[in-house]
Nanobody, 127 residues
Framework: QVQLVESGGGLVQTGGSLRLSCADS????????LGWFRQAPGKEREFVGA????????YYSDSVKGRFTISRDNAKNTMYLQMNSLKPEDTAVYYC????????????????????WGQGTQVTVSS
């Protein structure tokens, strides 16, 4: 059974860094891709970035491009989100999500493409 678990959230000052991790505690880890989404209070969930597991191709939203980096460790079945130059507007609950198979016509930028979700981890950036 797939159980995505995020870790690494916390409180950081503007300009600081955090690294989030996402692992499948169920141990299945057979996905086409994994992604990160975030949701701030009163706002809709938004795409942050994604990585295809086999090829390691990455995708980012414009708001984090150049500041955030997604990577994976195949041996540890873990995905990472390195967040640098954090801003107060990055404050949100960050969710890890996984795609088993990408259906035709869907996009990794769209939350509907994802089959599994973690519980989320809070990231707070103070000004």
């Amino acid at each position: 059974q797939v159980q995505l678990v995020e870790s690494g959230g916390g409180l950081v000052q503007t300009g600081g860094s955090l690294r989030l991790s996402c692992a499948d505690s169920g141990g299945t880890f057979s996905f086409y891709a994994l992604g990160w989404f975030r949701q701030a209070p009163g706002k809709e969930r938004e795409f942050v970035g994604a990585i295809t597991w086999s090829a390691g191709r990455t995708y980012y939203s414009d708001s984090v491009k150049g500041r955030f980096t997604i990577s994976r460790d195949n041996a540890k079945n873990t995905m990472y989100l390195q967040m640098n130059s954090l801003k107060p507007e990055d404050t949100a609950v960050y969710y890890c999500a996984a795609v088993r198979t990408l259906s035709t016509g869907t996009s990794l930028y769209n939350a509907r493409a994802y089959d599994y979700w973690g519980q989320g981890t809070q990231v707070t950036v103070s000004s």
